[in-house]
């Protein structure tokens, strides 16, 4: 089955707090989108085993996303041949236009992890003759395939990136989807008294979407610089 995005993250609700906005605003084109986490969030804060992964399976379904768990061990992810070579085979199969993942993560060793592993493994996906790599099996049977582009958004639990960005995506109007599927993660935020984390996720939102005139953005990064028809192609800007 195809799908035009492939969003790679550590964790269940990475995605949603990182660029909820954005995968509604996708899915509402007719983008269809997947999210792949590399482990199941477990153990967490405030729930018991399992009830992470069915609240994942909640907050995608408000955004109109899919979902699948690769199995890795929370806090202890790894950036190995074995799981590069296991999300360039999603890749491969799933054909995405579109990638998106971690970058510049330091502060969480899962979220740091994560990013050299996707951009290693949209590399490989791209590569041909697997079965002539020993330990390449996994690829074997699969055609290669070339993103379009892949891009980062903002992770949170890491300092505000200021002005250093490549694009930002405004989200004022479906933020509220993208709220109501944070708000599943009743195992690993405290929803209901007001959890300090999401007050401060919601501000640099809202900092963002300040940059722009607008009520909420997402920020993202580029692996590789943009290129466009022309430079009509911009929102205006708050500030020219």
């Given at each position: ?19 909820g906005g954005t995968l509604v605003k996708l899915v509402d084109e007719g983008l269809r989108v997947l999210l792949v986490d590399l482990c199941d969030g477990e153990p967490s804060d405030f729930a018991e085993p399992g ?190």
């Amino acid at each position: 089955m195809s799908y035009d995005v492939l969003v790679v993250s550590a964790h269940p609700d990475d995605a949603e707090v990182q660029m909820g906005g954005t995968l509604v605003k996708l899915v509402d084109e007719g983008l269809r989108v997947l999210l792949v986490d590399l482990c199941d969030g477990e153990p967490s804060d405030f729930a018991e085993p399992g009830v992470r992964v069915a609240q994942a399976m909640r907050a995608a379904a408000i955004l109109g996303v899919e979902r699948v768990f690769l199995g890795g061990q929370d806090r202890l992810l790894a950036d190995t041949q074995a799981v590069r070579l296991e999300v360039a085979r999603l890749i491969r199969l799933h054909r995405p236009r579109l990638v998106f993942g971690t970058t510049n993560a330091t502060i969480h060793p899962d979220h740091a992890v994560a990013g050299p592993l996707l951009s290693a493994a949209v590399f490989l996906a791209r590569l041909d003759h697997w079965a002539r790599v020993p330990g390449g099996e996994l690829l074997t049977g699969t055609e290669p395939w070339n993103v379009e582009r892949l891009f980062f958004p903002h992770c949170k639990m890491e300092p505000p990136w200021g002005n250093d960005l490549a694009f930002a995506v405004d989200v004022s109007a479906t933020y509220d989807r993208k709220r109501a599927a944070i708000n599943e993660y009743g195992s690993i935020f405290r929803v209901e008294e007001g959890d300090r984390l999401l007050t401060f996720y919601e501000a640099e939102d809202a900092y963002f979407g300040r940059l722009f005139g607008v009520a909420y953005a997402e920020a993202f990064k580029s692996h590789s610089p943009l290129l466009v028809e022309s430079p009509t192609v911009f929102l205006p800007g708050l500030h020219a």
